[in-house]
């Protein structure tokens, strides 16, 4: 570690507890190091009871999960899939690991997630062409819920499966109920900069007992009930290890206390920063939608100020504070370049005009001082220049 590592004020570092090392003892005291053991079996029990889900396997990543759990959606070689263009890679990459395609779909403003005119356009479009969508990809950014009836209202309308990949969203909700239990299967990430972490680590959960089986195996290699090793689909070396689950099991306890904190947190840069000009902290909850605000998000309005984002990242940088650019549009990158997008607009001036702030729910109330003061003071509005 550098010495200017030390008063550094991160994105959104991992926030440990009191119990994981508990669990992490047990575990090593009792030999169970290994992809199977009683920290996995309760990880997944914990998992299940906060989000209500019939069923819960516990994976390697966030990323495993979507590709099991689109496999399990029966997309395979030359399937289509719909998704939000303006997401992280990995909700779209285990498309092409199974040889399907990305549909892409612009935002809507409120949310910033997938648009329902928008995606009812792609459906009907696709349908014409005579390439129904195999499945829709329902994400829910930075942890704000999609509007979500309006989407799976579309959805249902045309017979396509739903996964939803709540990898940002543990711990949100809409109408009460948890997100990532919304669709066919739902996915969570607890890679180390999430609102939880396991260091790294995912889940797929779903009502679906098969389904639950069925990931399972595929996690496990594929092996047939056979004394010998013998193999009649594909695998995967998937499984959490249960080392990993027990820091789960610790940070599972936790979940409500870091959303409320984030929650605050976001609160916080609200009133903060509202004096600052062109500047909004954006992003908006949908009817019946709360957010666990996994990461707080700002808008530079390009008409009142010449700041750009790019400059205020710097500024901050330049004073030990991480901020980081919102997700660039998957239709924009050269890995999908070729894929088929519908709108594009909103995405585009969303990624042009924002930034990620230090949203890490250990911040105190002198590191969120020290972040407004930066910010205020390299961001001029136009009439003051
Ligand atoms: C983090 C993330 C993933 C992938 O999760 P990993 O555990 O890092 O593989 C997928 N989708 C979104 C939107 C994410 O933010």
Known sequence: MRSQDYDRIFLSPPHLGRHELNYLHKAIEDNWVAPAGPNLDGFERDICEFTGAGHCVALTSGTAAIHLGLRLLGVGPGDEVLCPS????????????????????????DTWNICPQRLREAIEDRIQQGRKPKALILVH???????????LEVTAEFEIPVLED????????????????????????FNGNKILTTSGGGALVTNNSEWAQKARFWATQAKDPAPYYQHSD???NYRLSNLLAGIGRGQMELLE?????????????KINLQTVPSLTISQTEPTGGRSNRWLTT??????????????????????????RPLWKPLHLQPLFAAAPMYGGSVCEELFTNGLCLPSGSALTEADLNRIAAATKAVIRSKEAQ
């Open 257 to 269: 206390d870091r959303v409320k904190k984030r929650r605050e947190i976001h609160q916080w840069y």
């Open 141 to 151: 950014l930075y942890g704000m819920p999609a509007k979500v009836q309006e989407v």
């Open 234 to 236: 594909i695998g995967y």
């Open 166 to 189: 709540a990898a940002e969203a543990l711990g949100s909700r809409y109408n009460g109920q948890p997100l990532g239990t919304f669709g066919a299967v739902g996915v969570f990430s």
């Open 86 to 109: 303006f997401t992280f890679v990995a909700t779209a990459n285990p498309i092409v690991y199974l040889g399907a395609k990305p549909v892409f779909v612009d935002s809507e403003a």
């Open 298 to 323: 700002v808008i530079l309005d390009p008409i009142q100020t010449d700041t750009t984002p790019e400059q205020l990242r710097l500024h901050l940088e330049s004073h030990n504070i991480e901020s």
